[in-house]
């Protein structure tokens, strides 16, 4: 079966700290991938996603992904945080044809100020 | 404003007792998907649906039950066989997968079994 790991639960960074959240899947074929954001006391969000085409993608707030398929990662960055980006964020596979999304654990990022 | 409202936010449920969440949205979409989320466990799919009267079961659909007869609505109900209950519950729909698939969450209703 299908799985997403994210290799950290709980980050905790100093404001204008780079940031890279990593995430490996397990699936061999042909994959779309997200990221998605949780702030406190908000809807889940879309970040950013990969479908095709080039495999570095950017997303809303600065954040970007990069998609390694000899890796099977697709790891978010951000080069310098802000305070607001404190939020959980769910790294998520859908894989070929199928017809729903798998989602990783989740990483908790807390960002002093 | 198109989007996915969830009812009620909060919910208490009295042990071996059903109870129903609303799931409605407004965006045409023809999926829909019920997931759990748990601390540290991120989100598990319970059951979703690609077309009006089919649904299939998602990784955890034991003790659950859903139904789709209108494409805007997709009901949840946690019957008393779910052991345990307590989790907050996320609707998601989405067109059908292409270049414009990707998830639209509700709120979300958080059920507490007292």
């Known amino acids: 079966a299908q799985s997403v790991s994210q290799h950290n639960h709980h980050v905790i960074l100093s404001e204008a700290a780079s940031l890279e959240l990593g995430c490996n899947y397990s699936?061999?074929?042909?994959?779309?991938l997200f990221w998605y954001v949780q702030y406190p006391g908000q809807h889940l969000q879309l970040l950013l996603k990969?479908?095709?085409?080039?495999?570095l993608v950017k997303g809303i707030k600065g954040f970007e992904a990069e998609f390694i398929k000899s890796k099977f990662s697709f790891n978010l960055r951000k080069p310098s945080v802000q305070w607001s980006d404190t939020a959980e964020y769910f790294c998520a596979v859908k894989e070929g044809r199928d017809d729903k999304i798998i989602f990783g654990k989740g990483t908790r990022l807390h960002i002093l100020p | 404003d198109g989007g996915i409202t969830q009812s009620p936010k909060y919910l208490f449920r009295k042990e071996g007792q059903n109870v129903t969440l609303s799931c409605e949205q407004n965006l045409n979409h023809d999926a829909m998907y019920w997931y759990r989320q748990d601390p540290g466990q991120g989100l598990r799919l319970i059951y979703y649906s690609q077309i009006v009267n089919d649904f299939q079961k998602g990784d955890i659909a034991e003790g659950y039950s859903v139904s789709r007869e209108k494409k805007e609505s997709f009901p949840l109900t946690v019957t008393s066989a779910q052991k345990n209950p307590t989790a907050f519950y996320l609707c998601?729909?989405?067109?059908?997968?292409?270049?414009?698939?990707?998830?639209?969450f509700g709120s979300g209703t958080r059920l507490t079994v007292v």
């Open positions: 699936y061999g074929g042909t994959v779309n």
């Open positions: 990969y479908f095709s085409g080039d495999p």
């Open positions: 998601a729909s989405s067109e059908l997968p292409g270049q414009n698939y990707g998830y639209t």
